[in-house]
């Protein structure tokens, strides 16, 4: 636990000191705070309109819900660009065999690099849900559609986190890593909508891949086991893949 814990913290740092991920950040918020006004904006002209249909939408429904499912968009553009460095600058750098060598296991290695991702993107999702939480001084929100829709995102982005790193261990170039990483995760996002053109066992198997339907499910405020299941072992599975990837290279070396 001490080794993930040294290089996870390692590995947020320089996150903090790349004068790029502050620039994301910034430009995130920016974005995100400029759709919570949009939102905020269309509820507070149809508030009254709103209100007259049965079973209306609520605040949260409509302005946080609405807020969470653009930050899923606007995040698999961005957690490419934090994730690409992750291995394959060090194996530009030639520093990837020193660490792989060292008194750590290579689960330890793969824990500690995904978890400083994870925790910088928990921080962008901490001030993300400053915006929502700030609704609180005017009114009410949904509690526990609230909870489904921040867990909806924190899933989605440990996924995403995921799949990163495995790609930046594949390829020695942080472009094609950032690039390969966006490709896959715009695939498993759109790949419930190819479905919708085929029979219904392509539409059943899309749709179980999609991370698209999964999280929609839970921004819906269902949490069901199955989504649940789905972001854990597509965790799982791409870190295991990552663990491998470095077991062949050290037995390379």
Request: aromatic share 8%; glycine share 10%; net charge neutral.
């Amino acid at each position: 636990m001490r080794a993930i814990a040294t290089i996870a913290g390692k590995e947020l740092r320089g996150l903090f000191y790349a004068p790029s991920a502050w620039v994301v950040l910034g430009v995130i918020e920016f974005i995100l705070g400029y759709l919570f006004l949009i939102q905020l904006d269309y509820y507070l002209q149809n508030q009254s309109r709103i209100a007259a249909i049965p079973d209306a939408p609520g605040v949260t429904q409509i302005v946080v819900t609405g807020l969470l499912g653009s930050a899923g968009v606007i995040l698999m553009m961005v957690v490419p660009v934090l994730t690409m460095r992750s291995f394959s600058e060090e194996r530009r750098a030639q520093t990837l065999t020193l660490l792989i060598s060292a008194p750590v296991t290579q689960i330890e290695i793969v824990l500690g690099k995904y978890l400083g991702v994870v925790l910088f993107l928990a921080l962008v999702l901490g001030l993300l849900l400053l915006m929502p939480l700030s609704l609180l001084l005017g009114g009410q929100l949904d509690p526990g559609l609230l909870a489904a829709n921040i867990l909806g995102l924190l899933l989605l982005l440990a996924s995403f986190a995921a799949l990163g790193i495995y790609v930046s261990a594949v390829t020695d170039q942080p472009v094609i890593a950032a690039v390969g990483t966006f490709g896959a995760l715009l695939i498993l996002w759109l790949i419930d909508w190819a479905g919708e053109t085929g029979g219904d066992g392509a539409r059943g198997v899309l749709g179980h891949l999609s991370t698209l339907r999964h999280y929609e499910n839970l921004l819906q405020g269902l949490v069901d086991t199955q989504d649940l299941a789905y972001f854990g072992l597509f965790v799982v599975l791409f870190l295991a893949l990552t663990v491998r990837r470095l077991d062949a290279r050290r037995l390379a070396t």
